[in-house]
């Protein structure tokens, strides 16, 4: 060992996201969830290991067209304030080089699939909506250009519980209905046991436990059951 040196955020991590699935990270603030998150989409390099993003190493992604291909979800959406609802969804298309035809057609879509007239909140301002309308605005930004991958941190967690609980529904049936993989970072078991295909528990920067939402009802981890203690 080194003398004085830093301990490692993440370590023996090793972990595969199946395609199609819901994996969420669950575990207290510090253990490293945000971290793992940042990663995948080359926010952070490992400094020991790969991370590998449809089969290729992160390092060897150019990092905006491997983000260009990752839908980003954060608290409040992360919406450009001066950006209308429009010009946020389709700011990644945009991006992309799409023509604003195209690109207005699927922000009309988007909205409408995540519960929001188009005709009635495209031409608004992030702050005329409210919390929960944000988020939906931020996860349609996040499917705009159809990635391959979202990556979401806390992304309810500032809503009050009735309208958390109604999205955290929506969401669920949404990504099963277009088949997309995600990577959800929680402290919430609750909503670990809602929205998991798997649930990673994560304490330290190490995963103590894979499982799916019954095997982690029915563990004896005991990092897992004082997290179930908290539901009764």
Same mark, same amino acid.
């Given at each position: ?75 409040? #959406? &992360? ?7 429009? %010009?946020?969804?389709?700011?990644? /298309? !945009? +991006?992309?080089?799409? $023509? ?30 409210? #919390? &929960? ?7 349609? %930004?996040?499917?705009?250009?159809? /990635? !391959? +991958?979202?990556?979401? $941190? ?79």
């Amino acid at each position: 060992s080194i003398p004085n040196a830093p301990a490692p955020i993440i370590s023996n991590l090793n972990l595969t996201v199946k395609l199609g699935e819901i994996l969420v990270l669950l575990g207290e603030s510090g253990c490293g969830k945000t971290t793992t998150l940042k990663l995948v989409n080359r926010l952070y390099t490992p400094t020991a290991g790969d991370v590998f993003v449809e089969g290729k190493s992160t390092r060897d992604w150019d990092p905006i067209h491997l983000r260009k291909r990752i839908g980003y979800v954060i608290q409040e #959406g &992360g919406l450009f304030p001066h950006f209308t609802i429009s %010009r946020n969804v389709g700011l990644v /298309p !945009s +991006l992309s080089g799409w $023509d604003a035809t195209r690109i207005q057609a699927r922000v009309n879509e988007l909205l409408e699939m995540v519960g929001l007239n188009s005709n009635a909140f495209a031409e608004r301002y992030p702050r005329e909506l409210s #919390g &929960g309308q944000r988020q939906r605005v931020g996860v349609a %930004r996040a499917l705009a250009a159809d /990635p !391959s +991958l979202l990556l979401l $941190d806390e992304p309810f967690g500032a809503l009050d519980p009735l309208t958390r609980a109604s999205l955290q529904k929506e969401f669920a049936d949404l990504t099963r209905r277009l088949n997309k993989t995600a990577i959800l970072v929680t402290h919430d078991v609750r909503e670990a046991l809602l929205l998991g295909v798997r649930i990673a528990l994560m304490h330290a920067g190490e995963i103590l436990l894979l499982e799916t939402p019954k095997g982690f009802l029915s563990s004896s981890n005991p990092k897992a059951r004082a997290y179930l203690e908290t539901l009764e």
